[in-house]
């Protein structure tokens, strides 16, 4: 689904995670055998889905928040396909 966006690029890191970007920016993470993905959001964003369903998102460990940031990292547990 990620791909499907424009300029959107797959991109190999840490030899297991798939990124997808914009401008080398990353907006999505996965992983093989990964159970879901870790997607860049808003804070208020990411509070509304955290509010919205906690079975399903989740704050991203270690990214997600940073302090002074106006973005943050939300993960999905739901099995996903090309993110």
Sequence with gaps: MAEALPEVEEVLTWGTDV???VRKK???IGGEGSEGASIKATLER???LLALDSETFASSAYVGRSAGSR?????STTPCCGV
């Design 19 to 21: 990124t997808f970007r």
């Design 26 to 28: 990353i907006f999505a």
């Design 46 to 48: 990411q509070a509304d």
């Design 71 to 75: 973005s943050a990292w939300i993960a």
